[in-house]
């Protein structure tokens, strides 16, 4: 159903049952902790007008990998992370 380095590859769809008929979604998807310092590729501190996608392609080599940096920090939306200048960032090593 997804792309295979999307992060909401290998999980489980489920199916709900509504007098309109059946809606299939994929079941929530936990968080991992974050990764301990041994798995920090590199950290990146913010400039003016930086954008997650561009730091990703930048460090990962895909902007769509945005996702593995958000879930190194303990943030809700991905924009928290480049909003304030001079914040540093931990882009860590994708998991397998």
């Known amino acids: 159903m997804f792309d295979p380095a999307s992060r909401y590859a290998g999980l489980e769809t489920a199916t709900l049952v509504t007098p309109d008929g059946e809606v299939r979604y994929v079941r929530r998807r936990f968080l991992p902790p974050p990764p301990p310092e041994a798995e920090v590729l590199a950290e990146h501190t913010v400039v003016a007008g930086d954008r997650l996608d561009v730091i990703t392609a930048r460090y990962l080599g895909?902007?769509?990998?945005?996702?593995?940096?958000?879930?190194?920090?303990?943030?809700?939306?991905?924009?928290?992370?480049?909003?304030?200048?001079?914040?540093?960032?931990?882009?860590?090593l994708p998991r397998l």
Request: overall charge negative.
């Open 62 to 92: 895909d902007p769509l990998q945005f996702w593995r940096v958000c879930d190194a920090h303990p943030v809700l939306h991905p924009g928290e992370l480049t909003d304030e200048v001079g914040e540093r960032i931990r882009i860590a």
